[in-house]
Nanobody, 126 residues
Framework: QVQPVESGGGLVQAGDSLRLSCAAS????????MGWFRQATGKEREFVAA????????YYVDSVKGRFTISRDNAKNTVYLQMNSLKPEDTAVYYC???????????????????WGQGTQVTVSS
């Protein structure tokens, strides 16, 4: 079992960068695929990016491809989301999630994840 805790959100201007971190407690972090989701006010929670236990297997939603980068550091029990060229439409609460999976599987649906953080607010002004 892991408990994700997000950090790194804030208020930035369009074009700026932020790096979100998600530290997950527990000794079996490497057994979990990790995902980032976001939820804007009045909208459903949506998939942003996910990384398999194998760090080379990564998926992104089309709207962030080329701007966001997900990575993981198993030695630090942490997954990161580097967000560059931020846009006002990226404004949302960003959530980190974990699921114990096979080595190469990447879950991308909200319902597939078992453990969620409390979220961190990212606000991008125009």
């Amino acid at each position: 079992q892991v408990q994700p805790v997000e950090s790194g959100g804030g208020l930035v201007q369009a074009g700026d960068s932020l790096r979100l971190s998600c530290a997950a407690s527990g000794r079996t972090f490497s057994s979990y695929a990790m995902g980032w989701f976001r939820q804007a006010t009045g909208k459903e929670r949506e998939f942003v990016a996910a990384i398999a236990r194998s760090p080379d297997i990564i998926y992104y939603v089309d709207s962030v491809k080329g701007r966001f980068t997900i990575s993981r550091d198993n030695a630090k029990n942490t997954v990161y989301l580097q967000m560059n060229s931020l846009k006002p439409e990226d404004t949302a609460v960003y959530y980190c999630a974990a699921r114990a999976t096979a080595y190469v599987y990447v879950p991308m649906a909200v319902a597939e994840y078992d453990y969620w953080g409390q979220g961190t607010q990212v606000t991008v002004s125009s």
